[in-house]
């Protein structure tokens, strides 16, 4: 197994993100439309948030996800990206190895990390990219 491997080297670099003024249900066409599962929240250049497709579960019952549009419709038009997303995230940098990711993974609550440089977002590790990296190793 390779050590110290960088975080750079598995996560996604080509990131789906939504401005913090943008509406939850643009949040969710992309979800939908793009079959991800955390959408970092910008407020222009700087991370400011992150959103989860189960922060959207809990305000909606997961009814948008079975094909029961409208029944939470209104829930998502009341409130804004601000009040539903985590806001100022743990960020990891791209030079953090993966065994530490693997780490905080392993004793937070969270599954996916926004990876910055300074204040720009480079990209984003998940839970199952580091499950990947762990089994192409065998």
Do not use: C, W
């Not at 939850?24 to 407020?43: A, D, Q, T, Y």
């Not at 948008?64 to 960020?91: C, H, R, W, Y």
């Amino acid at each position: 197994m390779k050590k110290r491997e960088p975080v750079k080297e598995i996560m996604t670099k080509d990131v789906y993100t939504v401005q913090e003024n943008e509406k939850l249900s643009k949040v969710v066409e992309m979800f939908r439309k793009h079959k991800i599962r955390h959408i970092p929240v910008l407020s222009g250049k700087k991370i400011s948030g992150i959103i989860s497709r189960t922060d959207i579960n809990r305000l909606t019952f997961g009814a948008l996800f079975e094909n029961q549009e409208g029944a939470d419709e209104a829930v998502l038009e009341i409130l804004s990206i601000n009040q539903v997303m985590t806001a100022k995230p743990k960020v990891v940098s791209e030079e953090d190895s993966i065994k530490d990711i693997a780490e905080i993974f392993a004793n937070e609550e969270f599954h996916a990390l926004p990876v910055v440089a300074g204040d720009e977002l480079k990209g984003i590790v998940t839970t199952t990219d580091v499950i990947q990296y762990l089994l192409d190793q065998y």
